[in-house]
C-alpha cells in the first residue's frame, strides 16, 4: 500500500467573487439614484501577473479550512468582514498558476457592505468595487474597461490574472441561477427595500427587464409592505419600504 507521502502535493488557494449592490448618484436631481451590481477586484501589487486585477484570495495555511481561508483573504485585501459564501467550483488545471501546482477552491460571495480597506501586509496593492454586468455571453466589467468572452468554450480576459475570468464567468453564472430559483437576491439587500432597490438588481443578474406591475406581482408572495417610507431626496414623492417575508428566509 503507498504511502500518502510517495504523492507529491499541491498548494491550496481559496479564491472569491464577492458582489454587492451600489446605488450611483444620478447628475439629474429629478431621477433616483440607479442601482448597480457591482464585483470586488484587486489590483494586484506582486509577481506574477503584477498590476492586472484579480479575485481576492490566497494560500491556505496549516490548521484552516478553506472556508475560513476566503473570508480571511476578503478580509485581508479588502477590509470585507462579513459575506455570504456560496461554494464554486475546484479549478485544478496544472498551468493555472505560473509558480506551480496551484489548486483553486472558489467561492462566490454576497455582501451588502462596499466599504474597502486594504491590509499593509497584503500582496494587493488596492481593492476596489467595479459594475459588472453580462450582456450576452459577454462579461462586462467597469463599463466595458474589462471583458470577459468565451474562446472555445472558455472564458478569458486579457485585463485579469490567472483563470480568473473563468470564476468571475462561472460565478456570475451561478448568481444568476441563485437569484432566479433560490430569491438569494435578497442577500444583496438591506432589510428594509423599495420595490424598485429589488428589481434592477434582479433584471442586471437574470439579463431580463420586467413591467413594473408584473415584477410585482412576481414577489409579491416574497415580500411583505412596511409603515415605512424611503423619501427619496426633495424632487421625490416618497417610496413605501417593504422587506423579506419572515417565512421565506
Known amino acids: 500500500m503507498n504511502d500518502y507521502k510517495d504523492y507529491e502535493r499541491p498548494s491550496v488557494a481559496a479564491d472569491v467573487a464577492a458582489f454587492g449592490i451600489d446605488s450611483e448618484k444620478s447628475d439629474n436631481k429629478r431621477e433616483l439614484d440607479d442601482k448597480q451590481l457591482k464585483i ?7 509577481e506574477p501577473f503584477k498590476g492586472l486585477y484579480s479575485l481576492p484570495g490566497g ?15 476578503l478580509k485581508e485585501e479588502t477590509g470585507l468582514a462579513e459575506a455570504k459564501l456560496i461554494p464554486l467550483k475546484t479549478y485544478s488545471d496544472p498551468e ?6 496551484v489548486i483553486s477552491c472558489a467561492f462566490a ?12 501586509t497584503s500582496d494587493a ?10 450582456r450576452s455571453s459577454v462579461i462586462l466589467i467597469d463599463d466595458g474597461a474589462i471583458v470577459i468572452k468565451l474562446k472555445n468554450g472558455r472564458a478569458l480576459s486579457e485585463e485579469l490574472a490567472f483563470d480568473h475570468a473563468q470564476i468571475i464567468y462561472d460565478a456570475f453564472l451561478k448568481l444568476r441561477d441563485e437569484v432566479k430559483n433560490h430569491d438569494i437576491i435578497f442577500d444583496l439587500l438591506p432589510e428594509y427595500f423599495t420595490i424598485a432597490d429589488l428589481q434592477k438588481p434582479y433584471e442586471i443578474i437574470t ?8 415584477f410585482r406581482r412576481k414577489m409579491s408572495k416574497k415580500i411583505e409592505e412596511t409603515e415605512l417610507f424611503d423619501n427619496g431626496g426633495a424632487m421625490h414623492r416618497p417610496s413605501k419600504l417593504y422587506k423579506r417575508r419572515s417565512d421565506e428566509e
Open 207 to 214: 439579463g431580463k427587464k420586467e413591467a413594473a406591475a408584473n
Open 40 to 46: 470586488l477586484l484587486v489590483k494586484r501589487g506582486e
Open 96 to 101: 493555472r498558476d505560473p509558480r506551480g501546482w
Open 109 to 120: 460571495a454576497l455582501t451588502r457592505t462596499i466599504e474597502l480597506d486594504t491590509e499593509e
Open 125 to 134: 496593492e488596492s481593492s476596489c468595487w467595479l459594475t459588472v454586468e453580462m
Open 59 to 73: 494560500f491556505l495555511r496549516p490548521n484552516e479550512t478553506i472556508e475560513s481561508a476566503a473570508l480571511r483573504e
